[in-house]
């Protein structure tokens, strides 16, 4: 379970162009859930995943990960918590160009020290799980959109993470293959992940996926639109 | 420790395939500074083989050379002063020393001539340096002639050519009896062109340095701890030579790192940035940039240190020849005993890989500190 | 071959060309050490003063006796012998009465 209470992030504090991307949000997440933050651009939802994502660190408030409180750590037990609870799936993909889509897969375990046997191995299993195996050693930047995209997830699972944050999955995408990632994110769901993407993609937010709909505007969760989609197990934790 | 291991192949791995990429640049990059290390290693390894060479050839130099001035300019000795000389307490021997430059005009070189006192050699014959042989082409046995002061030409005969062994220090000489150099210069019985002290105690040398002065203000000493200084100071890293040779490449690696360092290119911030956002730390992405730095530069450390040992000992230093010869039309060929320790290894190691590995850590420290999360902004 | 192994592979077989070298260079250094002597046993019986290393001229064929007059000593990056003007800089001797001049 995640839990955020009162969290705030204010960039640029006590400087001219201050703003709060993040605004005294409390939330519950559950586990094995798909929660989609929807909302406009601007409206923080990006902001939110990279605090939940241990990415940053929020200005005040508290989150909780599995029952730890993640707001005080260091930045090395942050690192290591974000390398083996979450895999990113990012708005661009952010592959590193130039280099084979087997190294790009393999990257964010280099720093693990695992061998390079096992590793290579886990990767191949996971290309060849989306289809994309046969490209294993071509460069990235000559992969269509479509692959580059599985590549990416590719990349997000290979340290085995148990949630998988994805930040406007389809930006980049047709209605084909947004349709295609969404049964990717199904197979990850009946892998047991907990899911949490940030997106105003109707093919998204609609799909039936979904366990939860945040919605935010101005770094606020929208109380009156939390959508149909809401279970009931949507708690404002406010003010806590 | 395995892991440890692991870690730094696999980071390794990544740091090459991400340097492959720009595979031209990067071997310019370090074929200049192959080149740049080649150039600095040839100089300190021949200046310091030669140095220390110099330094223990010329331990056996004479301990007090006296020489003779007048008008400011180096003249023949009287020999009536080597009694005067002796009368000097702590002086233990003096001996005479004749010789003088000869200028062939057929092969554009200047000799040195010398009539060694402990050589016995009849008045026709000479003994030649290596480089005398080479310039004149002339062998044991055939004879060679030298104008002499009153035009008159002399013929000796090479009685044999000095082993190559000792080019360093012979290779220009003419030895020759002193009857044959005074009929070929015209010096006089009563002259020599310098004495030579040996004293009793060599911590009293420059005592008696200033005794020889004020009996004979006439002449001025040099003593031995002045030839070494004077080879100790060969090549000084102050003088010209060793800075033009190797400035132009230095300059030009000083803006290639300069380049690289000031100038993190957008493409590179933005891969540190998505190192950091898929779970690299801070220390992680340093150490990336530290095997980036060291690939290229201990590599090329290594290729130029081992062409300049390769330079300087087996081809003897052929690369500088053109430029040590300058006006020389005699250049003696001296095969220089390698003299290396760890001092000059590491001095080339800390000149060299050193500032390159920090000049790549150091600005892309700033780019590692980035937060993770800057990456979802990009 | 993986190519972090290829490269420690590089530095290893350099590095042990290098260790090579500077075994060749000890062992050269014991095989000299008969020519240095040669060399020495030249110098002593001759008086030698200097190293026979630039013979275009009688002051830098003979550095060490170089007096306060010739056009060597001037100053050490005067061309008017190059290479050698500008390789060696002039004796101690010259230096400390000159110093002051330069």
Redesign the interface.
């Known amino acids: 379970m995640i839990t955020l209470a009162n969290v705030r992030k204010i960039f640029n504090q006590a400087r001219p162009n201050e703003y709060t991307a993040v605004d005294g949000v409390s939330l519950q997440l559950e586990e094995h859930d798909v929660t989609v933050f929807k909302g406009p651009s601007g409206s923080g939802k990006?902001?939110l995943?990279?605090l939940v994502?241990?990415?940053?660190r929020p200005t005040s408030g508290r989150i909780h990960l599995l029952g730890r409180e993640i707001t005080s750590l260091p930045?090395?037990f942050l690192?290591e918590i974000?390398?083996k609870t979450?895999g990113?799936i990012?708005?661009?993909f952010?592959l590193?160009?130039?280099?084979?889509v087997l190294?790009n897969v393999?990257?964010?375990?280099?720093?693990?020290?695992?061998?390079?046997s096992v590793?290579k191995e886990r990767a191949l299993h996971l290309l060849d799980l989306f289809n994309v195996s046969q490209k294993a050693h071509t460069r990235v930047e000559w992969l269509s959109g479509g692959e580059a995209q599985r590549v990416a997830i590719a990349?997000a699972l290979i340290?085995g993470p148990s949630i998988i944050i994805a930040?406007e999955p389809t930006a980049h995408l047709d209605s084909m293959h947004s349709h295609e990632l969404v049964e990717i994110l199904r197979g990850l769901k009946n892998d047991r992940k907990t899911i949490l993407i940030a997106s105003h993609d109707p093919i998204i937010y609609d799909s039936d996926i979904v366990d939860k709909v945040v919605h935010l505007r101005d770094g606020k969760v929208d109380e009156g639109d939390t959508g149909p989609r809401t279970r009931g197990h949507l708690q404002l934790l406010k003010g806590r | 420790m395995e892991r440890w291991i692991e870690r730094q192949k696999n980071i390794l791995d990544f740091t090459l395939s991400s340097l492959f990429r720009r595979k031209w640049k990067n071997a310019a990059l370090a074929l200049v500074y192959v080149f740049l290390v080649f150039l600095l290693a040839s100089v300190i390894f021949f200046t310091h083989a030669l140095k220390q060479e110099a330094g223990i050839i010329l331990q056996n130099a004479p301990e007090m050379i006296v020489q003779r001035s007048i008008a400011g300019r180096q003249a023949p000795i009287p020999l009536s002063y080597i009694d005067k000389l002796k009368d000097i307490t702590g002086v233990s021997a003096v001996k005479k020393r004749l010789w003088g430059y000869y200028y062939d005009p057929t092969a554009g070189a200047n000799y040195t001539v010398m009539a060694p006192e402990d050589v016995q050699l009849d008045p026709r014959s000479i003994i030649i340096g290596e480089g005398v042989s080479r310039t004149r082409q002339v062998f044991k046995g055939s004879t060679m002639r030298f104008r002499a002061y009153d035009g008159k030409i002399i013929a000796f005969e090479v009685k044999s050519i000095m082993p190559s062994e000792s080019e360093l220090v012979s290779s220009d000489l003419v030895l020759m009896s002193e009857d044959g150099f005074r009929r070929l210069f015209d010096a006089s019985g009563e002259y020599a062109t310098d004495l030579t002290l040996q004293v009793k105690n060599p911590r009293e040398l420059s005592v008696i340095a200033s005794k020889v002065v004020h009996a004979l203000p006439d002449t001025r000493p040099i003593l031995r701890d002045e030839l070494l200084r004077t080879y100790e100071s060969v090549f000084d890293w102050r003088s010209g030579m060793a800075l033009f040779l190797v400035s132009g490449a230095i300059l030009a690696f000083l803006i290639l790192a300069w380049d690289k360092a000031s100038g993190m290119s957008h493409e590179e911030k933005r891969e540190i940035g998505i190192l950091k956002g898929i779970g690299w730390e801070t220390s992680e992405v340093v150490l990336m940039k530290f095997w980036e730095g060291m690939v290229v530069s201990l590599s090329a450390f290594l290729a130029g240190i081992i062409l300049a040992y390769i330079h300087v000992f087996f081809t003897s230093a052929a690369f500088f020849e053109p430029a040590l010869k300058g006006w020389a039309v005699l250049y003696p060929r001296f095969k220089l005993t390698p003299f290396i320790d760890a001092s000059q290894v590491a001095t080339l190691l800390f000149l060299t890989v050193v500032p390159y590995t920090l000049a790549t850590v150091i600005p892309s420290w700033r780019a590692a500190t980035v937060d993770p999360d800057s990456v979802m902004r990009m | 071959m993986r190519k972090s192994h290829a490269f420690l592979l590089y530095l290893a077989l350099s590095g042990l060309c290098f260790c090579g070298l500077l075994a060749h260079g000890l062992f050269k250094k014991q095989a000299d050490v008969e020519h240095l002597e040669a060399k020495c046993r030249l110098a002593r019986t001759l008086q030698l003063t200097d190293m026979c290393l630039f013979t275009e001229a009688s002051y830098t064929r003979h550095l060490s006796q170089a007096d306060l007059h010739t056009a060597f000593q001037d100053y050490p990056m005067s061309l008017d012998h190059f290479p050698s003007g500008a390789i060696v800089p002039p004796p101690e001797i010259v230096r400390r009465t000159n110093g002051k001049v330069d």
């Open positions: 990006t902001t995943l990279s994502g241990c990415m940053a930045e090395r690192t974000r390398r979450f990113f990012f708005q661009q952010h590193i160009k130039g280099i084979s190294d393999m990257l964010p375990a280099y720093p693990c020290g695992e061998r390079l590793l990349r340290n930040d």
